[in-house]
């Protein structure tokens, strides 16, 4: 097979709807790319990122476009095909309601039409070729008119925002969400290529892997071949570790299965379980001794299990993988770029090498976006991190209807097939929150008996699974209740399955998330603003000025424009209040909103960790951004990890110390995720927020490995004379942590309690911070001091005495003394302060 990637030579124009000439003429496209990139690097269109751009680009949402090219005989392989030869025209991904066609007036050909951003199309040009050029033009149909058509034909169906993103197939995010821009982008998103091939294809190759007891691994290919000589001889050859099957295809078979065995085949495991190596597989389609086409992928040998039965407190959702039960310390995905695009494969690996550094060890690919980049899934193989992937439906009610039905089948079955090779795949999921909504959100008087989506997560996906893919586990949605319908039992019931936790941040204090104990929490989170560089930088007043020198920041139109929860700033304040208090500078708030974030998702980590294995998994929302906002996400658009991300590292850390206050007993519960016992010496006091000590008590412990070991603290250490000016503090080798009677707004605080001594190093700064008094949340926000910055650590508590040296890096001179106060050098005590 002779493949030609069409990545130049492409314009685009509008064709209807611009009434009034805001895009006259024809501009060079980038392919893959789409409109707003391509207006952008024209200078037509701002950056819709920037500011209040946003909403000022709404009207591109009702327009048509027109992608044009020129296939050339002199520069593509397009010379008359000979007998039993094919040119075919694959485009791996239109974004979205498309109309193909090649020629020119008035011989133009409508080679098809396209319905579907998450699937690919073929086309079969050889009837159409000869020596001369031949134009190709792809238009593409506004996808608000398209959905709100379909919406009016079938009657409109529940959802959480107005756009009518549930009647198309499209990433539902790109009609925005509570963290990401309205911007319905369109373009030729995936790569376009000519495909020249002769006799035989390989149409679809299945790799069935498993693991037997003994350690064989076997792979049994499934393969589907499209012919255009049924009666040529072929023949298919695989190999893999020095292995070699070779079979022929008998004279009109479409179809065969090649299985071969490796004896003692190395075991694929999750980061912090083992290694993760990974074999090449290579599968050649013959006829005689001229190799006609090749699959070549990397696959890895593992079992993977769900385990979803009853026991005496609910319905588990426990993952193992090889036969071991894993903890699963996960975060939800959403496209780490609006425009796709632009997501690049080493910048899907720094985003995942930060998960990796965080001590994640599973991803949720979140059903409002997209099926990943095969660079996505390569790079979470290569990495140990387990990919639990939903169906691309998400919070909304959805047509089974055709052509809905229809188009999903073909998107789900081609995406299964697509991703089975990865061993880092270890769940499809039906999709996020659709269970939950059309059993608690009011719908079904909207609904009026019509379909919503429930042959999709109890029929038409769990079949596919089954049928393409039997090694891997389903579940119906996230959240839901293992084998229980809504009507016998709530989908989000936390003693079942999986539990999306949102009371949290919607309407009660982050302290109530220790009120139940989910068996898998696969949602929740907390908000705070990005890192401030992100923010002065894409965030500028309505005035043009700097947003921190506005009067009113927080309720500036365009930082309202990039806050896009319902009441965002409002649930901000009041997670604030109880904990931090509410500060009037606004720098001040952004650093405690930040803090307070960090805080309430380490919070819940802590209790879930702690009740392991009955809570099996915590997968926080969420890892990263798609753009500058105010969001839950750990790390920022320009890929700046704010504090969430330091506390995720802490506490998803293989060995943990944490506390509990359980029925009023305070216990020390000491985390043990790892394969090796952990004995040590648990030093627990009371103390002084100036150190002297009130109480002391050493205890030998002997962690088992993966197990959790909590240790109550006698009357003498949990009960303080005066809880404002007290603490716990818990030591066990290397690890420090301390517990408060309550909350900071009522702690005495030293509002200065440290001394810092700053020294420049080759790559930039060694920050050393001591102690006076109990400095509680140390943190340097080095982007304020240089844009390039980066931190080894932050949210450091050092007890008086306690000392510890921050590792700055940058290509900046003369900022030492930045480093060394606000707004730079920050702690919880500063903003009881200020």
Request: proline share 7%; glycine share 6%; net charge negative.
């Amino acid at each position: 097979m002779l493949g030609t990637e069409l990545r130049t030579g492409w314009t685009v124009r509008a064709i209807n709807g611009d009434q009034s000439g805001r895009v006259p003429g024809t501009f060079p496209a980038d392919v893959p790319g789409c409109v707003h990139t391509d207006l952008m690097a024209a200078g037509v269109i701002p950056d819709p990122h920037l500011d209040g751009n946003e909403a000022a680009l709404k009207w591109m949402h009702d327009i048509d476009w027109r992608y044009t090219t020129v296939l050339d005989p002199h520069d593509l392989p397009l010379e008359r095909t000979a007998f039993g030869e094919r040119v075919d025209l694959v485009f791996d991904g239109i974004d979205t309601i498309g109309t193909v066609r090649l020629g020119e007036e008035p011989d133009k050909i409508e080679l098809g039409r396209t319905y579907n951003m998450h699937r690919s199309y073929r086309f079969d040009i050889s009837q159409h070729l000869d020596d001369q050029p031949l134009d190709l033009e792809v238009d593409l149909h506004s996808a608000t008119t398209y959905a709100e058509a379909e919406a009016q034909r079938l009657g409109d169906l529940p959802r959480p925002y107005p756009a009518p993103y549930n009647f198309i197939r499209k990433m539902a995010c790109s009609f925005g969400w509570d963290w990401g821009p309205d911007l319905r982008t369109a373009g030729l998103w995936k790569p376009v290529r000519l495909e020249r091939w002769g006799v035989a294809r390989l149409a679809r190759v299945m790799p069935i892997v498993t693991l037997d007891a003994a350690g064989t691994g076997r792979v049994e290919l499934r393969i589907e071949l499209e012919r255009l000589d049924s009666e040529q001889p072929l023949r298919l050859t695989v190999e893999i570790l020095g292995y070699r099957v070779e079979s022929p295809v008998a004279p009109g078979d479409a179809g065969t299965t090649l299985v071969v065995d490796v004896p003692n085949a190395p075991l694929w495991w999750p980061v912090g379980y083992g290694e993760q190596p990974l074999a090449d597989l290579t599968l050649t389609l013959w006829t005689d001794d001229q190799e006609l086409d090749r699959w070549q992928r990397s696959i890895g040998f593992r079992t993977v299990e769900l385990n979803t039965s009853r026991d005496d407190v609910g319905t588990a959702f426990t993952f193992s993988i090889n036969g071991q039960p894993v903890l699963a310390k996960g975060v939800n995905w959403i496209p780490d770029d609006h425009f796709l695009t632009r997501i690049t494969a080493e910048r899907v690996e720094r985003r995942l090498d930060q998960a990796r550094a965080a001590n994640v060890n599973m991803i949720r690919v979140w059903g409002g976006g997209i099926f990943e980049s095969d660079d996505f899934y390569r790079a979470c193989d290569e990495r140990g991190l387990l990919v639990w992937q939903d169906f691309l439906l998400a919070c909304a009610a959805y047509p089974e209807e055709s052509p809905f039905w229809e188009e999903i089948e073909a998107e789900a079955r081609e995406n299964v097939v697509r991703l089975m090779p990865h061993p880092s795949l270890v769940l499809f999921n039906g999709g996020n929150e659709n269970l939950w909504g059309q059993a608690d959100w009011n719908w079904q008087e909207q609904l009026g008996g019509r379909t919503w989506g429930a042959g999709y997560a109890y029929e038409l996906f769990p079949k596919i699974v089954d049928e393409l893919d039997p090694t891997r586990p389903y579940s119906d949605n996230s959240p839901y209740s293992p084998r229980l319908g809504s009507e016998e039992l709530h989908p989000n019931d936390p003693n079942h399955g999986t539990h999306h936790q949102w009371d949290v941040w919607n309407s009660v204090d982050y302290t109530a998330y220790r009120s139940e104990i989910p068996r898998f929490c696969s949602e929740f989170g907390f908000q705070a603003p990005p890192a401030w560089r992100t923010l002065i930088d894409w965030v500028h007043a309505v005035d043009g000025g700097l947003l921190d020198a506005a009067h009113d920041p927080k309720n500036d139109a365009n930082f309202l424009l990039h806050q896009k929860a319902e009441d965002g700033n409002g649930k901000l304040d009041r997670g604030l209040a109880p904990h931090l208090g509410v500060p009037d500078v606004f720098a001040d708030w952004h650093w405690a909103t930040q803090l307070n974030q960090a805080r309430a998702v380490a919070y819940a980590i802590d209790h879930y960790r702690r009740w392991w294995p009955r809570t099996a998994g915590a997968i926080v929302w969420q890892l990263n951004d798609c753009w500058p906002v105010t969001s839950w996400a750990a790390i920022d658009s320009e890929e700046r990890p704010k504090p969430l991300w330091y506390a995720l590292r802490r506490a998803f850390a293989p060995r943990n110390l944490v506390f509990a206050d359980e029925n009023g007993i305070v216990s020390a519960v000491l985390l043990n995720d790892t394969d090796e016992p952990w004995p040590g010496a648990l030093v627990l006091s009371r103390e002084r927020l100036d150190g002297v000590t009130l109480a002391s008590h050493t205890v030998e412990v002997s962690v088992e490995p993966r197990t959790v070991t909590p240790i109550a603290l006698s009357d003498e250490l949990s009960k303080p004379d005066d809880p404002t000016a007290e603490i716990v503090v818990a030591r066990l080798a290397d690890l420090a942590r301390v517990h408060t009677f309550v909350e900071d707004i009522e702690l005495a605080f030293e509002p200065d309690p440290i001394e810092v001594d700053v020294i420049e190093a080759e790559d930039g700064y060694a920050v050393t911070v001591t102690a006076r008094s109990l400095a509680r949340d140390v943190t340097l926000l080095v982007d304020q001091a240089a844009k390039d910055a980066t931190v080894d650590d932050a949210l450091i508590t050092l007890t008086a005495g306690q000392s510890t040296t921050f590792h700055v890096r940058t290509t900046a001179h003369s900022i030492g003394q930045a480093l060394a106060r606000p707004p730079v050098l920050r702690s919880a005590n500063d903003l009881q302060h200020t």
